[in-house]
């Protein structure tokens, strides 16, 4: 499972021209929680504590980075008026066991949390600047954003000038793109290189260091302009954006409008594309046909095929795509349909069979992808990989 929290916070700080040396998770574990904070106190320049500032008796981060520090507790009025007007605000009174979350470390700066109860600090302790935020991440990335941010770049002013750049690859392992880089950059360089993974995309990450902001840009140029070259339309997208981000822009561009009809990956392509602010320009509609009878009845697939080729096959996938174009008036259309696991393979159709196919009124695109890992994990890369399917088959040739 990926540390949201710590992959969020590595990206914003090495953005400002940290270098994150170090994670580590800790249970709720008081004499543990000391003995890695005062290591962490006396090691490095930054340290960030996230979580267990909540008002329960497992919220241990205040009191274990007091004891960590050397200092006492206290509550602090401003701190605790805080923390009640954001339960006054939403017509209620504060449970008294909240209070505990006035209790900063002495010395501590209050970080104020603008969604939130828990309130975060900051205080000097041995060699470094540390951080408390809670743990809730869209609290933490509020913080972050509006008071950490600007805390740091006054209290490390020589910070390197960074740019910063995450290149999206779809359709690839992260050992092929590995070893392809490796005669590009080197993970200690400059550009840092760094990748990342998740519902088969793999993340190149960039990030030049230099004297100037210019200077960075003209490090990050040459490296970005060379992983693109390497791995051409395999690039759908940077810095954050999602396939359905790029589809749905793409579609606009185009003037085109989409359909889906999905059998294993359950709404799943819909729900990404209709997550995208204005998909309700390009987005028909999305059909889950999951039963043999729903893709008869509602796509119009011919039972002869689903009779000799099964519901898992090209065939059948083809002909989903064309009934959703014809029935939804969509210009284009994808469908999907496999076999999600963990039970229901066979021999001849294993586990993580699934079929894709793109069809605009011209041609038929299909594709049959091999997919590894649980269920949820199928269907997070199949959807994706079909939204892929629409890109390559939508984007004018180069």
Known sequence: MVNSNAAWLSRRLSALGFRVARHVVLPDDLPAMVREFRSAFGRAELVVLTGGLGPTVDDLTRAAAARAAGRPLERLPRVLAAVRAFWERRGRTMPEANAVQADLPHGAAMVPNPVGTAPGFAFRARRALAVALPGVPGELEAMFDGTVEGMLRRAFPRLPSVAVRELHLIGLAEGEVDARLRGIAAPG????????????????????????????????AGVETEVRALFGTRVFGQDGEDIADVVVALLRRRGKTLAVAESCTGGLIGHLVTGVPGASDVFVEGRVTYADISKRRLLGVPAGVLARHGAVSRETAVAMARGARRRSGADVAVAVTGIAGPGGGSAAKPVGLVWIAVCDGRRVRSGELRLFGDRSAVKQRAARLALDLVRTTVAPRR
């Open 189 to 220: 360089g400059n550009p840092r290189l760094s990748l990342m993974v998740g519902a088969g995309v793999v993340t190149v990450r960039l990030v030049a260091t230099g004297r100037t902001a210019a200077a960075a840009r003209r490090t990050l």
